[in-house]
């Protein structure tokens, strides 16, 4: 009897145990709690564009960042923030044209235009939304990345909770021309002819890419280190009298 009771109490404890790690296995999945973690490519504008998440709670808000740049993904520095943001949020990135993964899964032959980065800014949020089941997101556009953060805001506004804009472009016609206006005081102080030269004989504003490339040329030279006129002409494009050039 004492031998039946004992394969009972180990019966009746094994059994136990299994509930309990069913338990706790299916009970996050089933409040939502499950792990959000996204590196994937995803065809946006008729190519392949990285996108990625993370978040510890499917359930949470969705939030997407926009880099800057254009041309300057965010992955490089976004643990620095992203660490804090995921106890709270699902947090999207994603490379744009040219940029980061995107630009090493095959390069865009074609033109840029800024139209063109609206209408991926729409399908990328598109497909948030869509994959975590969500209504709205938190949108954060940093630098270049606010001002596609402020078209789809101005155009969207039912589909985010809030708009964040850090050192957002807001004329960047007027930035261009503090800029040079800067690099020209900062070569006289080295007397750099050169660049005193290319910069005070560029017209302002600039009507081509040739002159935003003389202009990055010696901010890079005198500030950081060279850069290159291999890519210039194609990634370029023109924002209109207003805002003026950009280049990748």
């Given at each position: 009897m004492k031998v039946f009771l004992d394969k009972l109490f180990l019966a009746a404890q094994y059994t136990c145990l299994v509930f309990l790690l069913c338990f706790i296995w299916v009970l996050p999945k089933a409040m939502g709690q499950s792990k959000v973690t996204l590196?994937?490519?995803?065809?946006?504008?008729?190519?392949?564009?990285?996108?990625?998440?993370?978040?510890?709670?499917?359930?949470?808000?969705l939030l997407l960042f926009l880099h800057g740049g254009?041309?300057?993904?965010?992955?490089?520095?976004?643990?620095?923030?992203?660490?804090?943001?995921?106890?709270?949020?699902?947090?999207?990135?994603?490379?744009?044209?040219?940029?980061?993964?995107?630009?090493?899964?095959?390069?865009?032959?074609?033109?840029?235009?800024?139209?063109?980065?609206?209408?991926?800014?729409?399908?990328?949020?598109?497909?948030?939304?869509?994959?975590?089941?969500?209504n709205k997101l938190y949108l954060v556009g940093f630098?270049?990345?606010?001002?596609?953060?402020?078209?789809?805001?101005?155009?969207?506004?039912?589909?985010?909770?809030?708009?964040?804009?850090?050192?957002s472009m807001v004329h960047n016609k007027a930035s261009e021309l503090l800029t040079r206006d800067w690099l020209i005081e900062r070569a006289q102080s080295e007397n750099n002819r050169e660049a005193l030269e290319a910069l005070e004989t560029t017209i302002f504003p600039y009507q081509?890419?040739?002159?935003?490339?003389?202009?990055?040329?010696?901010m890079h030279q005198l500030l950081l280190q060279g850069t290159s006129k291999k890519e210039y002409p194609k990634n370029c494009f023109n924002l209109g009298q207003k805002n003026g050039w950009l280049c990748i």
């Open positions: 590196h994937t490519a995803v065809e946006i504008g008729g190519i392949q564009q990285w996108v990625g998440a993370v978040g510890k709670d499917q359930g949470w808000p254009p041309g300057f993904s965010s992955r490089n520095y976004s643990k620095k923030f992203i660490k804090y943001l995921q106890d709270d949020f699902i947090v999207a990135q994603w490379d744009q044209r040219e940029t980061g993964i995107t630009a090493h899964w095959g390069p865009y032959q074609d033109s840029l235009t800024l139209d063109l980065f609206y209408q991926d800014t729409e399908e990328v949020i598109a497909y948030l939304l869509n994959k975590y089941s969500k630098s270049w990345g606010g001002l596609l953060g402020f078209n789809y805001a101005q155009k969207h506004p039912e589909n985010i909770h809030a708009y964040v804009a850090v050192s081509s890419w040739e002159g935003l490339y003389q202009q990055r040329k010696w």
